[in-house]
């Protein structure tokens, strides 16, 4: 047997699962392997999935109790619509990111970004509210790579949206976490702020090996960040492969009526002058209408 050849444990993988709610499949049967250091973009329309699966991967929601199962860093998070046991400690290595930032407003950023560091401490010392000079530090670390360090003693609801976002992040440096999950994080961004914000998500990705997960509704900046795509439709995996490869027909069946939607995203982020897009995919787009 060659032993070259190594096991690599995915970062995320999800089997057979599936999540209804009512009458309505979320998901269906979604099944995907993600690799540990990937950068990934989860499109679709609106009500294709995204988030739900998000949060099933974060431990925050069951699927279908019949069938599926997953798995984070090749621990169990759940099986069978059962949350695994160790599923808190395992919680604490995913860095969730939202599209509305979930700061505390009235806490200075700083503040914000240090509570990243509470699953690892213990219950009386996060109740003290006395944070160790390590963790300080961390925060401070975190704020300048994500280039919000003058802003550290700012209340957090003082902030652009973009550097609310930044700050998010920072929050997920601190916490240390080896996968982000981030859930249409530059959705209420303006062009320039979401280009940052998609930048430090990949320059902690290229640079710490962190897996990224992005939920997206511009495709343009899925191309243009993650290497790699899934697509999702009413809940199913309709595309797992190279963005780049991602073709006008299919964007066009993934979008449908929401096309127009599309199209005024992407036009927005075009008025980014720093923006460049792969004219192969931008041509693609573009022909989908
Ligand atoms: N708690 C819930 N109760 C009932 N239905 C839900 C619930 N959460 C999600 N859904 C339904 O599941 C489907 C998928 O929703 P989800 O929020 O995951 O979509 P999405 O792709 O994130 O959409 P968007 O782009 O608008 O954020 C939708 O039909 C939605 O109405
Ligand atoms: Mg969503």
């Known amino acids: 047997?060659?032993?070259?050849?190594?096991?690599?444990?995915?970062?995320v993988k999800v089997t057979a699962l599936s999540k209804t709610f009512g009458c309505c499949k979320a998901l269906d049967d979604v099944s995907i392997d993600i690799r540990p250091g990937e950068m990934v973009a989860l499109i679709g329309a609106s009500g294709s999935g995204k988030s739900t699966l998000l949060r099933h991967i974060a431990g925050l929601a069951r699927g279908d109790g019949d069938r599926g199962s997953i798995e984070v860093d090749g621990r169990p998070m759940q099986t069978l619509g059962r949350l695994a046991q160790g599923v808190r400690k395992n919680r604490s290595g995913i860095g969730f990111v939202f599209q509305q930032f979930n700061l505390v407003g009235r806490l200075p950023v700083?503040?914000?970004?240090?509570?990243?560091?509470?699953?690892?401490?213990?219950?009386?010392?996060?109740?003290?509210?006395?944070?160790?000079?390590?963790?300080?530090?961390?925060?401070?670390?975190?704020?300048?790579?994500?280039?919000?360090?003058?802003?550290?003693?700012?209340?957090?609801?003082?902030?652009?949206g973009g550097q609310q976002q930044r700050a998010a992040i920072a929050r997920t440096l601190v916490q240390k976490a080896r996968?982000?999950?981030?859930?249409?994080?530059?959705?209420?961004?303006?062009p320039e702020s979401s280009r940052r914000v998609m930048e430090i998500l990949a320059r902690i990705?290229?640079?710490?090996?962190?897996?990224?997960?992005?939920?997206?509704?511009?495709?343009?900046?899925?191309?243009?960040?993650?290497?790699?795509?899934?697509?999702?439709?009413?809940?199913?995996?309709v595309y797992d492969g190279p963005s780049a490869?991602?073709?006008?027909?299919?964007?066009?069946?993934?979008?449908?009526?929401?096309?127009?939607?599309?199209?005024?995203?992407?036009?927005t982020?075009?008025?980014?002058?720093?923006?460049?897009?792969?004219?192969?995919?931008?041509?693609?787009?573009?022909?989908?209408?």
């Open 1 to 11: 047997m060659d032993s070259a050849v190594s096991v690599v444990v995915p970062a």
């Open 179 to 190: 996968i982000i999950l981030a859930d249409e994080p530059i959705a209420s961004l303006d």
């Open 245 to 267: 490869q991602l073709t006008p027909d299919l964007l066009r069946n993934l979008y449908g009526s929401q096309a127009e939607e599309l199209t005024a995203a992407r036009s």
């Open 205 to 237: 990705n290229a640079e710490d090996g962190t897996t990224v997960v992005v939920s997206l509704h511009q495709v343009d900046f899925a191309t243009r960040y993650c290497p790699r795509a899934i697509a999702l439709k009413t809940g199913a995996v």
């Open 110 to 160: 700083f503040t914000n970004v240090l509570t990243g560091s509470l699953a690892r401490m213990p219950l009386w010392r996060s109740l003290s509210g006395f944070f160790p000079r390590a963790e300080r530090e961390l925060a401070i670390e975190a704020l300048e790579r994500v280039g919000i360090l003058d802003k550290a003693w700012v209340r957090a609801s003082a902030l652009s």
């Open 269 to 289: 982020a075009m008025s980014s002058a720093a923006f460049i897009t792969d004219p192969d995919v931008l041509s693609a787009a573009i022909a989908v209408h």
